[in-house]
T-cell receptor
């Protein structure tokens, strides 16, 4: 069975602070995919990134960066210089190679205060 | 359409009633998914369609839940004899191809179901 754990239920920061959202996963698959989605108050989940299990290179996209560490089964997400518009619920998710389903964590509610 | 469209956005019903929730995926997307999101939780998989057929319905909680996609485009999630525990946001998503764990899903805004 697959499992995704996001231990931080809520995080509150002040604008311009850096913030890291943690994600730990469990799977018996050797090939799998990891995702991050953002859910703003409108409710629509927005895709942020996908990584496959063979690619452990960290990735940076603007103020966003992701740290994938297979040895610790973690896929953490950092927002640099946070902005109020970053306020949302962020979900980490896991899928097997041929899977038709995503297994989501419970999400982290990020609030960025001005 | 430009995105995944779900109707109604909100539905309030009484316990025991029948409910239908509709999803209109992105044009050309062959794969369609339904997820359920309870308050404060992550989305949970319900069912996956590839074309017209339900390729994986193992997430449906019981036989009160049923979904169809008769022409391989629009899908309807049907819930019979609703219970208060069915209250949740029902999310629909679509992807260009399937099945593959690499698929990037595009989600709709959801249908919020409240069972009184």
């Amino acid at each position: 069975a697959q499992k995704v754990t996001q231990a931080q239920t809520e995080i509150s920061v002040v604008e311009k602070e850096d913030v890291t959202l943690d994600c730990v996963y469990e799977t018996r698959d050797t090939t799998y995919y990891l995702f991050w989605y953002k859910q703003p108050p409108s409710g629509e989940l927005v895709f942020l990134i996908r990584r496959n299990s063979f690619d452990e290179q960290n990735e940076i996209s603007g103020r966003y960066s992701w740290n994938f560490q297979k040895s610790t089964s973690s896929f953490n997400f950092t927002i640099t210089a946070s902005q109020v518009v970053d306020s949302a619920v962020y979900f980490c998710a896991l899928s097997s190679l041929s899977g038709s389903r995503l297994t989501f964590g419970e999400g982290t509610q990020l609030t960025v205060n001005p | 359409g430009a995105g995944v469209s779900q109707t109604p956005s909100n539905k309030v019903t009484e316990k025991g009633k029948y409910v239908e929730l509709r999803c209109d995926p992105i044009s050309g997307h062959t794969a369609l998914y339904w997820y359920r999101q309870s308050l404060g939780q992550g989305p949970e998989f319900l069912i996956y369609f590839q074309g017209t057929g339900a390729a994986d319905d193992s997430g449906l909680p019981n036989d009160r839940f049923f979904a169809v996609r008769p022409e391989g485009s629009v899908s309807t999630l049907k819930i019979q004899r609703t219970e208060r525990g069915d209250s949740a946001v029902y999310l629909c998503a679509s992807s260009l191809t399937g099945p593959s764990g690499a698929n990037v899903l595009t989600f709709g805004a959801g249908s919020r179901l409240t069972v009184l």
